[in-house]
């Protein structure tokens, strides 16, 4: 997987514990267009600690272009923004 660390759009759930469960999100390609990736499957979610910021890492996978794919996306629980991290 490659490193790409880019703010993303996410659309969420979040049960009655508290739990967040991503479904899908939108991210802007160079080119300035954008692609909807829906999420077909979080295998884990791990909690991390990057430079004193506390964040979930979730790792998932989807069908994009017609290959399954693994990635990583990160929620910052201090700014409550996502970040696609790893494709």
């Not at 979730?58 to 923004?81: F, H, M, P, W």
Request: proline residues 1%; glycine residues 6%; positive net charge.
């Amino acid at each position: 997987m490659k490193i790409v660390a880019k703010g993303i759009e996410v659309v969420s759930w979040t049960d009655i514990a508290g739990n967040i469960n991503p479904v899908r999100f939108k991210i802007i390609k160079e080119d300035g267009s954008n692609s909807v990736v829906k999420i077909d499957k979080v295998i884990c979610v791990d909690k991390e600690k990057l430079a004193g910021n506390n964040m979930r890492v979730y790792k998932c996978q989807s069908v994009i272009n017609g290959a399954d794919r693994l990635y990583e996306l990160k929620y910052e629980l201090g700014t409550c923004r996502w970040v696609l991290y790893k494709i």
